[in-house]
């Protein structure tokens, strides 16, 4: 069975920095591309950024320069480094990957807040 465990998540002061994590298990990651998504109270999911299996990367334009996505597949996690976080970055984070099949984990929430 697949599953996708997201950590790291919390209160945080604008400006501030978070790390959060995608722990896999039942898959490999390496396979996959993997990807974050955020979904703020009252809008709809968004994407946030992924790497493609290549390891090659993309972001929203609303994070770029901002949040870093990694990976390492010996520990079968992906990361998502936020840096300068602003009010507006506030929601919950999810982790996805998919390759032929998409799998979701149940989110994280990061709140922004003075």
């Known amino acids: 069975q697949v599953q996708l465990v997201e950590s790291g998540g919390g209160l945080v002061q604008p400006g501030g920095s978070l790390r959060l994590s995608c722990a896999a298990s039942g898959i490999m990651l390496s396979a996959n591309h993997m990807a974050w998504y955020r979904q703020a109270p009252g809008k709809e999911r968004e994407f946030v950024a992924v790497?493609?299996?290549?390891?090659?990367?993309d972001y929203a334009h609303y994070v770029k320069g901002r949040f870093t996505i990694s990976r390492d597949n010996a520990k079968n996690t992906f990361y998502l480094q936020m840096n300068s976080l602003k009010l507006e970055d506030t929601a919950v984070y999810y982790c996805t990957i998919y390759r032929l099949v998409q799998y979701w984990g149940k989110g994280t929430l990061v709140t922004v807040s003075s």
């Open positions: 790497i493609i299996s290549d390891g090659s990367t």
